[in-house]
């Protein structure tokens, strides 16, 4: 794109007919939901407009509208989660004059996991799993029977750590887990189970004396044995 400026390269001050071009401000960052920014040059010779990057997500919305060495850009969202930039050159190879104005974009903030539901046995027990995020959040839990563990950010992956207390009651029972930072917020909810209908064991015995057997395992659930 070809552009110029509106003073005179002739002008009868000496200062004013050197060839000359400056950039108001040489950067500027936006939130990664883009929107318009301005780019205001100032000159006195003509020039051209590259974006040696190409990128696809930035393009010029007022070329040939505006006050000369005044230029407004749109850029899109940015739906990745890392930063990213780009380069506005205004060259004029005459003189060999170039200034580099840099766009710098907010990366899209995310808090991700792989499961938003997670079953969990009625007898308990450690609760892990992985959140990618490029921010810092918070862990709120809804009930008391899950509690988080000791233990520990482009997009980085944390393992998260819970203890998750036996349900001794026969219903199922559920629980959130909610990551927020800021207005992001990803839930996970824990469906544990309940100890449902329960087996009874029986013991006949024909001897006079009778000692009481030991009885265990991961799903008993102790009793009087008589």
């Known amino acids: 794109l070809l552009a110029g400026c509106s003073e005179s390269q002739t002008d009868d001050d000496p200062a004013r007919t050197e060839p000359r071009m400056i950039l108001l401000e040489e950067n500027t960052t936006l939130?990664?939901?883009?929107?318009?920014?301005?780019?205001?040059?100032?000159?006195?010779?003509?020039?051209?407009?590259?974006?040696?990057d190409q990128p696809d997500w930035l393009r010029e919305t007022s070329a040939g509208t505006e006050a000369p060495g005044i230029h407004r850009f749109q850029a899109d969202p940015n739906e990745t989660y890392d930063n990213r930039s780009t380069r506005i050159v205004f060259a004029n190879t005459q003189f060999?004059?170039?200034?580099?104005?840099?766009l710098t974009q907010m990366q899209k903030d995310a808090i991700l996991v792989a499961d938003e539901t997670i079953p969990i046995e009625a007898r308990g027990g450690t609760l892990d799993f992985e959140v990618n995020t490029n921010v810092d959040f918070q862990v709120t839990i809804s009930e008391a029977w899950i509690r988080q563990s000791p233990d520990a950010r482009g997009l980085t992956k944390q393992t998260l750590h819970f203890t998750v207390d036996p349900n001794s009651e026969a219903e199922?029972?559920?629980?959130?887990?909610?990551?927020?930072a800021g207005e992001i917020e990803q839930t996970v909810t824990i469906e544990q189970e309940g100890l449902g209908e329960q087996t009874w064991i029986r013991i006949l015995h024909t001897n006079t004396d009778f000692r009481t057997p030991l009885v265990s395992g991961p799903d008993f659930r102790g009793g009087i044995i008589s």
Request: net charge neutral; hydrophobic share 35%; charged share 15%.
């Open 31 to 52: 939130a990664s939901k883009g929107g318009p920014f301005t780019v205001e040059l100032q000159c006195n010779v003509d020039y051209e407009i590259l974006l040696p």
């Open 172 to 180: 199922p029972r559920q629980a959130t887990i909610r990551l927020t």
């Open 96 to 102: 060999g004059l170039s200034q580099t104005f840099t």
